[in-house]
């Protein structure tokens, strides 16, 4: 790596995955081929959520939310890794690199937000399904989404600006993208309590939250349980099945690299976990969500016959 003084770096190299080798043209393909189809999917969910009345429910609200989340996710890292992919090490401002890391962390901190009101709403749905209605206006909709952006683009602000104010001795960050622990090791100055620092707020609001979700899930799993028959039983879990399988890929993939002690991965292995989070959770959340969906299947029948009539009139 370069050594330069302790000096305001001007520009960074992302490294990359500099081992793949031969196999480097045909990565980029299928990164590209995931990334245009995570792109399609999300939209799709989008615009079959607000074209069809029959999905105008909180849940739906909400998976439109994170799918339109989910669009911009990929966008803040995967064209870096499309591009070191098909030009080896390449260069990226120091501005630039310091807003794709707080971008990037932001819409993970979002996620990890708008992941417990998921479950919040599910909680209600099952547990308190007379004032579910009620209780989930289209307001208060609209409000906890507003607030799952507000305070995940708040709390990426600390590990972000403390990072950003560190002298940097080195420019090779050995990622794909500008993630907080590559760009700790390029440091001048000893990071172990800025690295503190990052695991804390990363750690404490990851893992509220997560402990916010396994609460509810508790209190669904004791509502479920009570239900008279097996098929109510089945149609309780099969509306948190989708979720649940979002929260556990997020959540494993995100504990592991960010809530784990630094440099306990072997050499490159957290770039390959993060794909995990930054590409593969974003390509299969719609697939998730729409996959076995009986009401997501109904719409796209009903959206798919209104264009046909529309394309039919003369």
């Known amino acids: ?16 995955f500099t081992t793949i080798g031969t196999l480097q043209p045909l990565a980029f393909l299928g990164i590209l081929c995931i990334y245009l189809l995570t792109l399609a999917g999300n939209l799709f969910i989008i615009i079959l959520v607000r074209a069809d009345s029959g999905l105008f429910t909180p849940m739906y609200f909400f998976i439109s939310v994170l799918s339109f989340l989910e669009f911009w996710y990929v966008n803040t890292t995967v064209p870096t890794l499309l591009h070191t ?3 080896g090490c ?4 120091s501005a630039v690199c310091f807003i794709q890391l707080y971008v990037f962390h932001s819409l993970g901190m979002t996620e990890c937000y708008l992941l417990g009101v998921m479950a919040l709403d599910r909680y209600l749905a099952i ?6 209605h009620a209780l989930m206006s ?3 909709q609209l409000w906890l989404a507003g607030a799952t ?7 990426a602000l600390v590990p972000a600006s403390l ?3 560190l002298p940097f001795c080195l420019k090779e960050v050995a990622h794909y993208f500008c993630d907080l622990a590559p760009l700790l090791q390029l440091a001048c100055v000893d990071t172990s309590w800025y690295a503190r620092v990052h695991g804390a707020v990363i750690g404490v609001a990851t893992g509220c939250n997560f402990l916010f979700i396994l609460g509810l899930y508790g209190g669904i799993l004791r ?5 008279p028959s097996a098929a109510s039983r089945a149609k309780a879990f099969s509306t948190c099945s989708s979720h649940m399988t979002v929260v556990a890929l997020f959540y494993t993939s995100a504990f592991t690299v960010y809530v784990g002690s630094p440099g306990i991965h072997p050499k490159g292995m957290e770039k390959c976990i993060a794909l995990v989070y930054a590409l593969f959770t974003p390509f299969f959340n719609p697939i998730i969500y729409t996959l076995r969906n009986r009401e997501v299947k109904e719409a796209m029948k009903r959206v798919t016959v209104r264009i046909r009539t529309i394309l039919k009139a003369p």
Do not use: E
Request: charge should be positive; charged fraction near 10%; aromatic fraction near 10%.
């Open 127 to 132: 547990c308190h399904p007379l004032h579910y």
């Open 90 to 93: 390449s260069p990226i401002s």
């Open 138 to 140: 289209r307001k208060l």
């Open 223 to 227: 509502a479920v349980v009570k239900l």
């Open 1 to 16: 790596m370069d050594h330069v003084n302790h000096t305001w770096t001007q520009v960074f190299i992302l490294a990359g």
């Open 85 to 87: 992919l098909l030009h």
């Open 163 to 165: 990072t950003a104010t």
């Open 149 to 155: 952006w507000v305070a995940g683009f708040s709390a």
